[in-house]
């Protein structure tokens, strides 16, 4: 089945510094591929995603890159704000619609 | 807002007694999802119905149950929860499960057993 694998599990950036998260899964077939945002208690949000015929995407301050030859995908956040702190978790969607999340990431933005 | 619910947010049980988790959804996707989070970890997947075609993952365990009475709502049964079994229960639903669709999560229900 498939593995995602994420790093790094923590991550402390200055408010205005930018984020970078690394995800690499194992399965060719996956062609699906989001990011969730999760803070304390909550569910996890979408915030991005990307499919296999598209290799960057952006919005606003967030983008997602894509390597399907390489099996990898980052998330990049720039200008990070303290409210961008929290958990984030990159998946991968195969057949069936089944995701397999990352171990997650843990943000910290310090004022 | 089309949105996932999740009732109650807090469940509290006891040890080995029923509990009853439930989840709708105005969005009319076909799928729903549960997963199961434990602290500091992935959701994991428990099971998933696509309209009525109920879908286990292999590693469930049997004291996991449910049922999708109609589009909108979907329940998780724990019949024996034990203390292993607290966490947060999330539900997600989905348009259809083609692979490529976005799977939308409701707020979680977290379950602590005494």
């Known amino acids: 089945g498939e593995n995602v694998e994420q790093h790094p599990s923590t991550l402390s950036v200055q408010e205005g510094d930018s984020a970078v998260i690394k995800c690499t899964y194992s399965?060719?077939?996956?062609?699906?591929f989001p990011w969730y945002k999760q803070e304390l208690g909550k569910g996890p949000q979408l915030i991005i995603d990307?499919?296999?015929?598209?290799g960057e995407k952006k919005d606003q301050r967030i983008a997602v890159t894509l390597n399907k030859t390489a099996k990898h995908f980052s998330l990049h956040i720039t200008e990070t704000q303290p409210e961008d702190s929290a958990v984030y978790f990159c998946a991968a969607s195969s057949a069936g619609n089944k995701l397999t999340f990352g171990g997650g990431t843990r943000v910290l933005v310090k004022p | 807002d089309a949105m996932v619910i999740q009732n109650p947010r807090y469940q509290v049980t006891q040890f080995g007694k029923p509990v009853t988790l439930s989840c709708s959804q105005t969005?009319?996707?076909?799928?729903m999802y549960w997963y199961q989070q434990k602290s500091s970890q992935a959701p994991k997947l428990l099971f998933h119905?696509?309209?009525?075609?109920?879908?286990n993952e292999a590693d469930t365990p049997d004291n996991f149950q449910s049922r999708r009475p109609n589009t909108s709502f979907c329940f998780l049964d724990i019949r024996s929860p034990g203390l292993g079994d607290a966490a947060m229960y999330l539900c997600?639903?989905?348009?259809?499960?083609?692979?490529?669709?976005?799977?939308?999560f409701g707020p979680g229900t977290r379950l602590l057993v005494l």
């Open positions: 997600a639903t989905s348009r259809d499960a083609t692979g490529q669709e976005t799977q939308y």
């Open positions: 119905y696509y309209d009525k075609d109920f879908n």
């Open positions: 969005l009319n996707h076909n799928v």
């Open positions: 399965d060719s077939a996956s062609n699906y």
């Open positions: 990307i499919r296999s015929n598209v």
